[in-house]
Each structure stands twice: as C-alpha cells, then as structure tokens.
C-alpha cells in the first residue's frame, strides 16, 4: 500500500521552528523523511537543539538564521537552505507573534507595524522568495499558520493579532488561486490554544482556564497536534486540498 504521508527527497523550510509548533513540524517532517531546513530569529539555542534531534534521529537538517521581516535576510536564507538541502518542496510560514497585548487605546503605530510586518509580511515575503524555484519546477506546498483569533479576535489586547492573521487567511486564499496553476498548492492551518511558549509568555494560568471552559475536549492542544495536520497538508495525502484553512482547536470554534 502507498504510504501517502512519505515525504522521503523533499526538502522543507519552517521558519520560527526554533520551538512550539514550528519545532514540532520540522521533527515531524523529518521523520516523514523531509530534508529541513530550520529557520529562527533569536532563540539559536532551540533551533540548534531541534536540528541535533533531527539529525541524532538520521535525518538531514541544517539551521538558519534570518530575520523574516527582511527582504535582505529571506532571500539569503532560502538560497543557502536548497544550496545545503535541496529545492525547496515544501514550506511552512510559522515565525510570527502576538508580541504585546494592545487595547486599542494603547496601540501607537509602531506596535501595529510590528506585528503585522511578523505575522503577516514576514509570510508574505518568505512565500515570494520559495515560489520562483517552485514554478519553475511545477510543484510545491506552503502552509501558512494562522490562529483562531482570526475568526473571533483574539483574547484581550489580541485585536492587532488577529487582524494579521486574518489578513494571512486572505493571502493563503490569494496565492491558493495564484499558484494551483503551476501545481503549488497553498493552505493555511489555524491552531487554538495550544501549550507553546505563546501563551508562556503572553497568557495568565487564569486565562488559560477560562479558554479551557470553551473548548469541547476539555484541554488545550499540544504542538505536535498542530505538526501532524501541517505534515498532511504537505503531504500527497491533500493533493486535492487548496485555498483552505484547517481549524485545529478541540471544538473551540467550529466553522
């Protein structure tokens, strides 16, 4: 029987793959035989530590730093990633953060800035860079990571967030029609609460239960639930899968 799920000669680049749900994709994309490429900003000591995981494993990865809001540092990356690894086959837009929670009363332009240029055009660019060598070759997957406050606006302070990754929504559904033509097939995945340094760092334990009150299964969700769902999506098995956004979030929101 064919295993739809074999990813053995793609090469793959996840960008904020230093921890959480970008961690967790290029471990598993690995082990579905991916060659990865992990991209991070800051935390090298975590995306070094996902590499030698990788690698201890029998796998080929190769970590690279680059600042995703910058055309000046993307393009490197992603020549020097399928110069070591490969073409790149697949692609996951994962770097991103909510970076301060803003009532709208405390929002300066700076903050707003910031977070779209993170969420939003960091994706934006990073998939304007891959796409060239993919359309050339006529096949690709990209992945693009979302959130549910796309769809309800967030927690409190979230409402910057949430507007760029709905506007991420809309680009996954603009480069889903743009690229299909040329056997790209683009889709987003939009996680709810899950256990990642995200919600460490920007939610109270008090939060979390009451987000837990919401949600049908009773928990919050773990990253490696978010990176199977990614490894699907980019997988044979969603050959037919395009434009579309998958929730991940225990019934939190159903659409």
Same mark, same amino acid.
């Given at each position: 029987?064919?295993?739809?799920?074999?990813?053995?000669?793609?090469?793959?680049?996840?960008?904020?793959?230093?921890?959480?749900?970008?961690?967790?994709?290029?471990?598993?994309?690995?082990?579905?035989?991916?060659?990865?490429?992990?991209?991070?900003?800051?935390?090298?000591?975590?995306?070094?530590?996902?590499?030698?995981?990788?690698?201890?494993?029998?796998?080929? &990865? #190769? /970590?690279?730093?680059?600042?995703? !809001? +910058?055309?000046?540092?993307?393009?490197?990356? @992603?020549?020097? *990633?399928?110069?070591?690894?490969?073409?790149?086959?697949?692609?996951?837009?994962?770097?991103?953060?909510?970076?301060?929670?803003?009532?709208?009363?405390?929002?300066?332009?700076?903050?707003?800035?910031?977070?779209?240029?993170?969420?939003?055009?960091?994706?934006?660019?990073?998939?304007? &860079? #891959? /796409?060239?060598?993919?359309?050339? !070759? +006529?096949?690709?997957?990209?992945?693009?990571? @979302?959130?549910? *406050?796309?769809?309800?606006?967030?927690?409190?302070?979230?409402?910057?967030?949430?507007?760029?990754?709905?506007?991420?929504?809309?680009?996954?559904?603009?480069?889903?029609?743009?690229?299909?033509?040329?056997?790209?097939?683009?889709?987003?995945?939009?996680?709810?609460?899950?256990?990642?340094?995200?919600?460490?760092?920007?939610?109270?334990?008090?939060?979390?239960?009451?987000?837990?009150?919401?949600?049908?299964?009773?928990?919050?969700?773990?990253?490696?639930?978010?990176?199977?769902?990614?490894?699907?999506?980019?997988?044979?098995?969603?050959?037919?899968?395009?434009?579309?956004?998958?929730?991940?979030?225990?019934?939190?929101?159903?659409?």
């Amino acid at each position: 029987m064919q295993n739809y799920m074999d990813l053995t000669g793609k090469t793959a680049l996840v960008t904020g793959a230093s921890s959480g749900i970008g961690a967790a994709t290029a471990a598993v994309l690995a082990e579905l035989g991916a060659r990865v490429a992990i991209g991070f900003h800051n935390n090298r000591n975590g995306a070094e530590e996902v590499c030698h995981g990788i690698v201890a494993a029998g796998g080929k &990865a #190769v /970590a690279l730093q680059a600042d995703m !809001r +910058k055309p000046a540092e993307v393009r490197p990356l @992603v020549e020097r *990633a399928s110069a070591e690894l490969g073409p790149l086959d697949i692609l996951v837009n994962n770097a991103g953060s909510l970076v301060k929670r803003y009532p709208l009363r405390d929002l300066t332009e700076a903050g707003w800035d910031e977070i779209m240029d993170l969420n939003l055009k960091s994706a934006v660019l990073c998939t304007q &860079a #891959v /796409a060239p060598s993919m359309i050339e !070759r +006529k096949t690709g997957a990209i992945v693009n990571v @979302v959130s549910i *406050a796309a769809h309800n606006g967030g927690g409190p302070g979230a409402g910057p967030y949430a507007a760029s990754k709905a506007a991420l929504i809309a680009m996954t559904k603009a480069q889903a029609k743009e690229f299909a033509p040329f056997g790209i097939r683009v889709n987003a995945i939009s996680p709810g609460v899950i256990a990642t340094p995200f919600h460490e760092v920007f939610s109270t334990p008090e939060m979390i239960a009451n987000f837990v009150k919401g949600i049908p299964l009773g928990r919050v969700g773990k990253s490696i639930e978010c990176a199977t769902v990614i490894a699907f999506l980019v997988s044979d098995a969603a050959s037919y899968m395009v434009g579309e956004t998958v929730e991940v979030n225990g019934g939190q929101l159903m659409r």
